[in-house]
């Protein structure tokens, strides 16, 4: 298959939302077709790369970059820590395409089109995302640099009634009503589980909840106390958007949170988050996460949960 920049007039949403759809229609994204830079397989597996964790991308085979500047009318990445382009490669035998650098709902940037790269995704023959995350740890058994694979999350914008999926359905990416009770695949979670415990990373990998919170203050202690009594394991900006719009059109999650620091509970204290301090500590466990990453694709292509 070829690459190149379509219109992405089968992506938009409507204004209803807020967006103007005749700019959307307009709008070319990169995909099939490009006569610079050919690669022969499409992508099967998406990796969204958290805040800091954009190692996870340069370590691909054949690589070919998109920055984002180039794709018509893509949002633009605005947050340090995310680069602003997709790459696509391989890892090992799969063919990937990797966001270096997703976007938040606090940088302004509506929900539709903080996911829409997920139906970009989804018409490329994606078939699985690995979504990743800097994430605040709330759990007091989490400690910094500690992986939380995520069994589940709270999606706190939902409460109020944002989401992705707002807006008239586009049936041709899936229903109006989408089932999230398993949203984060249980066959995936067993299978990095057990790469995790071969790879002897059980010291310091976790399963638990995440929350999405719309940022980009970071939390109260009041705030993080009703989280905890919620069962919230782990607590981000980010992520459930990208979610939502994969199972909405039938695509399989695997997520995981990368905790970075520990949240403030504690009105007794000086301490207090930054996003410096998120990216050293992500930086810190780049190594680990690509080791951690690549193997879990190779067992996937292994245990045949994504087609030839
Ligand atoms: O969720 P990612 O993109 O990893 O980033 C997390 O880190 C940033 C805060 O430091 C926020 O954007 C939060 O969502």
Redesign the pocket.
Known sequence: MRWALLSNSRLHHDSSNGHNRQQQDDTPLALRGNTVNPISVAPKIAIIC????GSLATILDEKIDFPYEQIPHFPQST?P??AGKLVVGKMGKVPVICMQG?F?Y?EGYPLWKCAMPIRVFKLLGVEMIVV????GGLNPDYKVGDLMIIKDHVNFPGFAGESFLRGPNDERFGPRFVALNSAYDTELRKLAKSVASELGMNDFVHEGVYTMVG??N?ETVAELRLMKLLGIDAV????VPEVIAARHCGIKCFGFSLI?NECVTSYDTDDE???EE??EAASRRQNDLVRFVTAFVDTVKSAELISK
Do not use: E, K, Q, W
């Open positions: 958290g805040s800091g964790l947050v820590g995310h997703r938040h606090y990743t995350n800097a994430a940022g980009p970071f981000g900006m980010s992520t970075t988050p930054d996003h998120v990216m």
